[in-house]
C-alpha cells in the first residue's frame, strides 16, 4: 500500500480581494497538499500569489497549514485580510 498523500480533486473558493485577483468565485485543482492547491491556483491567476500568500486558508472550514494533506472534494477556501468597523 503506497504511503503518503494521495492526489485528490479539491475546490478552491476566493473571498473579497482574492476572488477579485483570480477573476472567479472558485476553482477546481488536483493536489495532494494544501500548499500544492494554493500553488496550482497561483499558477492559474497571474496577481493571486500576492494574495494567497497573506491570506488564511480553510479547509473544510478549518484553519489549514500547507503541509496538510487533502482529501477527495476538499474544500479550500482563502480569506485575505480584511479591514473592519
Known amino acids: ?10 475546490t478552491v473558493r476566493y473571498w473579497a480581494g482574492a476572488r477579485a485577483a483570480a477573476g472567479t468565485e472558485s476553482d477546481r485543482v488536483q493536489a495532494a497538499t494544501v500548499g500544492e492547491a494554493i500553488a496550482r491556483v497561483n499558477a ?20 489549514a497549514l500547507p503541509d496538510q494533506d487533502v482529501r477527495e472534494a476538499a474544500v479550500l477556501e ?8
Open 78 to 85: 482563502v480569506l485575505p485580510p480584511f479591514a473592519g468597523g
Open 44 to 63: 492559474l491567476h497571474p496577481g493571486l500569489d500576492s494574495v494567497t500568500q497573506v491570506s488564511s486558508v480553510l479547509l473544510d472550514g478549518r484553519p
Open 1 to 10: 500500500m503506497p504511503s503518503g498523500p494521495g492526489i485528490a480533486n479539491v
